[in-house]
């Protein structure tokens, strides 16, 4: 028997085509809905721009029959505008206050109290992405359930970007003889290009790390894992595995995840200096990070356009003066402002370019959108290689979590790709208080 499925304004603005997400069922979205997604088409980011297709989607659908009453849709399920639902008086003695939730939960009430006086009544499900409207929905006896359609992996199953593998100790020598052994010798059926392997053995300490080849047939010696670049040395496997995917020509993009403290943009800036000022293999390093505010946002920045990103920025900053080796304020600006070929900038700024021949470094992208990272990535130009970074786990962006946004996007979309590749770093190196803190905190 098929469902009925009430679609809170959230999961509308987190995916325009959400409507097509419930197969052959019923797909109902309240007035108050409708009205919450007009309020904000006019904004200029990646909800308003939801907004308006989401007014796209429905303007069409309108063109094939009144909109309020039951539509087919092109999957097979059907959908309509509920306006008859709205009373007010299923909640007026649980939850006083007519919010555009109480209104969209009382549509969801409504419609379950009248199927339940039915011979056969279908299933009414609330579908929000709002975790107190499905708690005010459970406590009201009505099943409610989280959006996990645009998620691109549902578990914490993401994808880490190496295995470890027990080995005869006879695997591991001829491994480091010969710097390579094929793939098919390995205790393993499923890996991917650029993926790292920790063999182990079996009977001793003895270990090694490969990386496999671009057409999988092979793991092969890491080459630049053991390098020291602007004073950095790697300081644990993990590590190792990022600066290897750095140095390699034939890896252009490459995605790290990791808690604060892991290194992972100290390691990111010294490779890209490296490879911009030493090796000259690149005409600039770009570095951008997104502008979103952890707690409450300071307002508006007095000064020009730099003395207002300058906060924003300050953690690019302070890896910098650190490779710099800088101990005066501001100095480091003078630094910067006497090489051409560092630029700092806000990812707000990036729509619309095109980056070539560039080392291009994006930190914090678990605050990107698929949307926001698909266009970064089609900025990137001939000869460029471009950096993801960020921690999943820290999320500030408003409608993203650790499960659907951009990084973790990338990460799962793109692992098959030998062009790309990506690690997971584990270990805090920043200080034993900053790693106590990002374990227990």
Known sequence: MTKIYVLDTNVLLQDPYAIYAFEDNEVVIPAAALEEVDSKKRNMDEIGRHARQVSRIM?????????????????????????NHRSFQCLQNTFLEVTNDNRIIAVALNLHQEE????????????????????????????????LNDRVIHSDNVYMGYNELLVPDELINRFYKDEHIKMNELPTHDWYPNQFFILKSLTSQASA???VNGKKDQLN?????????????????????????????????????????????LIALASGLLQTEDMKAFHK??????????GKDIGYLPGE???????????????????????????????LSGISSIQVEA?????????????????????????????????VGEGSKIVLMGDPQQVDHPYLDAYNNGLTYVVEKMKEDPITGHVQLTKGERSQLAQVAADLL
């Open 347 to 379: 990812i707000t700024y990036i729509r619309g370019r095109s980056i070539p021949e560039q080392f291009i470094i994006i930190d914090e992208a678990q605050n990107l959108t698929k949307h926001e990272v698909k266009t970064i990535l089609t900025r």
């Open 305 to 335: 356009k730099e003395d207002k990103l300058k906060p924003w920025l300050q953690p690019i900053y302070d890896n910098l003066e650190f490779l710099f080796n800088t101990h005066q304020s501001g100095e480091i600006d003078n630094i």
């Open 221 to 265: 010696h890491c080459l630049f894992g053991q390098d020291v670049i602007w004073g950095i040395k790697a300081r644990n496997a993990q590590q190792l595995m990022a600066l290897e995917l750095l140095q390699r020509d034939d890896v252009r993009l490459v995605t790290m995840m990791g808690k604060a403290g892991t290194g992972k943009t």
């Open 59 to 83: 303007d069409g659908l309108r063109q094939k029959g009144k909109l309020h009453e039951t539509l087919t849709l092109e999957n097979g399920g059907s959908l309509r505008v509920e306006l």
């Open 285 to 294: 390093l770009f570095i951008a990070r997104p502008i979103v505010p952890l």
């Open 209 to 211: 790390v490969g990386i």
């Open 116 to 147: 339940q006086e039915k011979q056969q009544p279908r299933s009414v499900i609330l579908v929000s992405k709002d975790t107190l409207v499905r708690v005010k929905a459970d406590a009201l006896g009505l099943q409610a359930d989280d959006f």
